[in-house]
């Protein structure tokens, strides 16, 4: 894929990262990406920006859910989380974009990193259910909220 210059090809990129295909390919692309900041695009990309975390972010809470509803062992709950974990890496990845001004950089960074905390302290509440106490620690000692940058 090659990097993205213009807000249509950067949109394209965006809705292909929305869609889960070749997030890794997606990413390399971006990170070398450019975009002329005129007036009027940078609210745009950055409100499509936002559109895409947020739809990844509802997919994802979605499907840990499921995952964590059906896991029989401590091992599918502990790749599940280090899943989660990844996927928060890859948001994080996205709206680190260097074309990204720096406001608007540290602004999403804060609302991916918000967004784990929240996702492991509701995760931490969901597991306290468990009388044995081994779900509230797996979950604990797999925190989601440990983003790799």
Request: proline fraction near 3%; glycine fraction near 4%; charge should be neutral.
């Amino acid at each position: 894929m090659k990097p993205p210059t213009t807000y249509s090809e950067w949109a394209d990129a965006l809705d292909l990262f929305q869609a889960g295909t070749n997030d890794d390919e997606v990413l390399q692309a971006m990170e070398q990406g450019d975009l002329s900041w005129s007036s009027g695009v940078a609210e745009r990309f950055v409100a499509r920006l936002r559109e895409t975390c947020d739809a990844r972010m509802r997919q994802l809470g979605e499907r840990q859910r499921r995952i964590m509803q059906h896991a029989t062992s401590e091992r599918q709950v502990v790749e599940s989380l280090l899943g989660y974990r990844r996927e928060f890496a890859k948001l994080h990845r996205l709206v680190s974009v260097p074309t990204l001004p720096e406001s608007a950089r540290m602004a999403m960074q804060k609302l991916i990193v918000d967004c784990a905390s929240q996702a492991q302290s509701s995760l931490e509440e969901s597991a306290q259910h468990d009388r044995s106490g081994r779900l509230a620690f797996l979950v604990r000692s797999t925190s989601v909220s440990h983003i790799s940058q």
